[in-house]
């Protein structure tokens, strides 16, 4: 007999979703140049040297022996760390981050490549598409395992919780098990047995002769 194949699971049809991937790239890339060149224009700015697209997109400013060049290199970094948040954000899973930290600096080299009409060819360049890469995969992965490993907070509030006990009950395991039912059993109306609440009535003294 043929093996049954195994149903897929809820919800991966649509995180596989072409569609939605494509998106999640372009929102990626879009974000990823947008911090380069708000980090960019600034350091720009502030050194006082003249503002253009060669600073963004092209691989032969970002060179090892001038100043501009290891600024270039150092927001560069900056953007890998900020797009950490969105890769938190949009991505949500630690397995997918590798792929979309990959593909958004495979575009970059396209784009750069287009630009300039020419295949990057400075190692400092190289290197530094590296260590971009690098640095967004490992935060961007360890970011994402923190938020799936957090715990999930359900509804309800306790009254009493264990370690609330007084301490007088800490060396007696079963009279804090039952101080601890008794107190979360108060709200609703249960004594310590869960039987209901108790009342004490007077008794009638039994007259003689009766």
């Known amino acids: 007999m043929p093996r049954r194949r195994r149903p897929a699971r809820p919800g991966a049809l649509a995180d596989l979703a072409p569609l939605r991937i494509l998106t999640q790239i372009i929102i990626l890339q879009t974000l990823y140049y947008v911090c380069a060149a708000a980090l960019i224009l600034f350091t720009t700015l502030v050194a006082g040297q003249p503002v253009s697209l060669d600073l963004l997109f092209s691989w032969q400013s970002v060179r090892g022996d001038v100043t501009t060049g290891w600024t270039l290199a150092l927001c560069w970094m900056m953007d890998s760390l900020i797009c950490v948040i969105f890769l938190l954000l949009f991505i949500a899973r630690s397995k ?64 009493a919780r264990a370690e609330d006990v007084p301490n007088k009950h800490a060396r007696d395991p079963g009279t804090l098990e039952e101080e601890v039912g008794f107190i979360r059993g108060s709200n609703r109306g249960a004594g310590r047995d869960g039987a209901g609440s108790y009342e004490m009535v007077g008794m009638v003294p039994k007259e003689e002769g009766t």
């Open 96 to 159: 997918l981050v590798p792929d979309f930290a990959v593909t958004i600096h495979f575009i970059n080299l396209i784009v750069t490549s287009l630009y300039t009409r020419a295949v990057p060819t400075q190692m400092f360049w190289w290197g530094l598409q590296v260590a971009s890469a690098g640095l967004m995969t490992f935060l961007g992965v360890w970011a994402c395992q923190w938020r799936e490993l957090k715990p999930i907070a359900f509804g309800g509030k306790g009254k």
